[in-house]
Every structure is written in structure tokens, then in C-alpha cells.
Nanobody, 127 residues
């Protein structure tokens, strides 16, 4: 079965950096889009960033543009989210997601466009 395992979360001060990694198995990478979503307590799941395996096209939420960078490491079958200049509002559980199936109207920024999800890793940013 498809498995996604996240790592790299932690508790940091505002302005610090964290590097999240998502290792994927059981997914055809060339046919997969990878995304990062986050969710804070009492709030809805929020899109953070996404990347396509074929061309490496990246998409970012406006709230993280210029601070976060998503990349892929084909050799390690890993997707990385480098987070710089962290803010308290970045706090939440960050989940890695893989989208395999494509349908009409697919939106890479929508959680509905992803088929498999990791367990998540907690990111806490103190002020």
C-alpha cells in the first residue's frame, strides 16, 4: 500500500527554520503530485505548497510565498518543505499528501485532489 511518512517537525521560535520531509513508497512518482497541508486546532485544513513530479512545477499558498520552498529528491523518493522565517500562525499539524488519480477540474491546491495522506508532524512556533 501507499505510505507517506513525515518527519522534521518540532517547536521553534518565531523567525527560525524547519525542514520537513516526506518519504513516499508505493507511488508512481511520475504520475503523482505531492502537497503539504496544515491544520491548526479548531481551523480547517489549509493548503501550503505542492509540486509535480514530472516537471517540478511548484505552487504556494500566498501566506507562505517567499518563506517556504517545496522540492523533490527523486533518488530518495522524498519531498521536502523548507520553512524559513516561521511565524506563530504557521503552527499546526503538517501533513504530506500524494495525488495519483486525475479528474476533470483537478485543483492542485485542493485537499480533494489528493488520494493518500501521511500521519502528520507537529510544527509549533512560539512568539
Amino acid at each position: 500500500q501507499v505510505q507517506l511518512v513525515e518527519s522534521g517537525g518540532g517547536l521553534v521560535q518565531a523567525g527560525a527554520s524547519l525542514k520537513l520531509s516526506c518519504t513516499v513508497s508505493g507511488v508512481i512518482l511520475s504520475s503523482t503530485r505531492m502537497g503539504w497541508f496544515r491544520q491548526a486546532p479548531g481551523k480547517e485544513r489549509e493548503f501550503v505548497a505542492a509540486i509535480t513530479w514530472s516537471l517540478g512545477t511548484t505552487v504556494y499558498a500566498d501566506s507562505v510565498k517567499g518563506r517556504f520552498t517545496i522540492s523533490r529528491d527523486n533518488a530518495k523518493n522524498t519531498v521536502v518543505l523548507q520553512m524559513n522565517g516561521l511565524k506563530p500562525e504557521d503552527t499546526g499539524v503538517y501533513c504530506c499528501a500524494a495525488g495519483y488519480f486525475t479528474a476533470q477540474g483537478m485543483n492542485i491546491m485542493s485537499s480533494k485532489s489528493y488520494d493518500y495522506w501521511g500521519q502528520g508532524t507537529q510544527v509549533t512556533v512560539s512568539s
